[in-house]
């Protein structure tokens, strides 16, 4: 499986600003993705990062709100803009395996918390 | 919309015990993952299951995917300590989008 990597692993914010969580691969992917994991719940697609184009958002999250790049095959960033305490959860980037892009694999996640 | 049940949510077992949890949906999937997710950590991939009726083993774990492909249970034998933690099952909707399940917390008394 890839090696991913989150930057940062977490942070405080205040509302109304905005954060930029990056990702890296060890390895070049097609397709990254970006998760919520709102805090005691389950994993939520935010979007899905195609390098060259642009992101494919799930109902109930907008590009205003989490902008995503996807500069190149081994890097991608997403935004939380205009924070809320309501968007305090953890945010996890994940790649498709190698041999399978059935198996999703998750880098440690970015914790985050707005006051 | 399509959603993954998980039972229990919540179990608590002796070390050495046995651990048996499932997910159930009321959809047909054709791919069904299972993962752990430690304090702190990204969820990491145990098992995937790709064929209805598969039984699959990992170590100590053992999952399977449904004949209906509408449910998947793992089992853990011999619990140790470090089983604790939160297991998702997980499936694939559409191309690579998938699913996620409301997690079963396992807690291992020593």
């Known amino acids: 499986s890839a090696v991913i990597s989150q930057k940062p692993s977490r942070d405080i914010c205040q509302r109304g600003t905005s954060l930029t969580i990056q990702c890296q691969v060890d390895?070049?992917?097609?397709?990254m993705f970006w998760y919520r994991q709102q805090p005691g719940q389950s994993l939520t697609l935010i979007a899905t990062a195609n390098q060259g184009s642009e992101a494919t958002y799930e109902s109930g999250f907008v590009i205003d709100k989490f902008p995503i790049s996807r500069p190149n095959l081994t890097f991608s960033t997403l935004t939380v803009s205009n924070m809320s305490p309501e968007d305090s959860s953890i945010y996890l980037c994940?790649?498709?395996?190698?041999?399978?892009?059935?198996?999703?694999?998750f880098g440690p996640g970015t914790r985050l918390t707005v006051l | 919309g399509q959603q993954l049940n998980q039972s229990p949510q919540s179990m608590f077992i002796q070390e050495g015990e046995d651990v048996s949890m499932n997910c159930t949906s009321s959809?047909?999937?054709?791919?069904w993952l299972w993962y752990k997710q430690d304090p702190g950590e990204g969820p990491v991939l145990l098992i995937a299951l790709y064929k209805a009726g598969e039984l699959t083993s990992n170590g100590r774990l053992t999952a399977q995917f449904g004949i209906t492909r509408k449910d998947s249970f793992l089992n853990i034998s011999a619990s140790i300590p470090s089983d604790v933690g939160i297991y998702f099952c997980a499936c694939l909707s559409g191309t690579y989008k998938y699913i996620f399940g409301t997690g079963t917390r396992l807690k291992v008394l020593a």
């Open positions: 994940s790649v498709g395996g190698r041999s399978s892009y059935n198996e999703q694999f």
């Open positions: 390895s070049q992917v097609t397709m």
């Open positions: 959809s047909i999937f054709n791919t």
